[in-house]
């Protein structure tokens, strides 16, 4: 069973910076870790939105709201992947979540629906 968890969410003010961090485990073939992995988020009383995902070949997509402020890495060595969040705002805060598909490489989902494997989620929040 796929496991996808998530970390490195916290408080920060305005214009500030975080990293979330998040590890993929329990696939089929571990040795196998260069598949389409990617960040949603969710606010309060909003439906989840993409952030920003990865594919095999290390193509980067983003939302709107995070171009030229987040940035999307991976490991593939070690199943994981790391969003950089620069010049934090308080529209940013909601809850992170990792999202993992070990049998999609290229064309990443652009629904949120089918994205097979979520993580529980780390809260991040932006103070004024």
């Known amino acids: 069973q796929v496991k996808v968890v998530e970390s490195g969410g916290g408080s920060m003010q305005a214009g500030g910076s975080l990293k979330l961090s998040c590890v993929v485990s329990g696939h089929a073939d571990m040795a196998d870790t260069n598949y389409c992995m990617g960040w949603y988020r969710q606010a309060p009383g909003k439906e989840r939105e993409r952030v920003a995902d990865i594919n095999s070949r290390g193509d980067s997509t983003y939302a709107n709201s995070a171009k030229g402020r987040f940035m999307i890495t991976r490991d593939t060595s070690k199943s994981t992947v790391e969003l950089q969040m620069n010049n934090l705002k308080p529209e940013d805060t909601a809850m992170y979540y990792c999202?993992?598909?070990?049998?999609?490489?290229?064309?990443?989902?652009?629904?949120?629906?089918?994205?097979?494997?979520w993580g529980q989620g780390t809260q991040v929040t932006v103070s004024s």
């Open positions: 999202v993992a598909d070990p049998q999609t490489r290229e064309f990443c989902a652009n629904l949120a629906s089918r994205w097979p494997n």
